[in-house]
């Protein structure tokens, strides 16, 4: 089974910068794409940033700009480095993994979330 871990969540003020991580750890075999989506208030989850394993990165485009994913390969770990926060970054952030487990099981895995308040 894989899991995945946030961390880094909290309140940070407008304008202010904050790093995500998402540590991965399991029966993993290897890792493809990896993202965050975040899901606010009254509101449908949403795409925020995907990188493949080899580094592309692609961004939703109201966070272009603003933030930068990363990966460690080596410590199955994503990142995302959020600066020029906005009030509308207030959300929950989920990170995303797809890949295959030891048993080569294909898998689409999720963490479990953690919030992120911008205040004005």
């Known amino acids: 089974q894989v899991q995945l871990v946030e961390s880094g969540g909290g309140l940070v003020q407008a304008g202010g910068s904050l790093r995500l991580s998402c540590a991965t750890s399991?029966?993993?075999?290897?890792?493809?794409?990896m993202g965050w989506y975040r899901r606010a208030p009254g509101k449908q989850r949403e795409l925020v940033a995907t990188?493949?394993?080899?580094?592309?990165?692609d961004y939703a485009d109201s966070v272009k700009g603003r933030f930068t994913i990363s990966r460690d390969n080596a410590k199955n770990t994503v990142y995302l480095q959020m600066n020029s926060r906005k009030p509308e970054d207030t959300a929950v952030y989920y990170c995303n993994a797809e890949g295959l487990d030891h048993k080569l099981v294909a898998g689409d895995y999720w963490g479990q979330g953690t919030q992120v308040t911008v205040s004005s």
């Open positions: 990188i493949t394993s080899d580094g592309r990165a």
């Open positions: 399991g029966s993993i075999f290897i890792l493809n794409a």
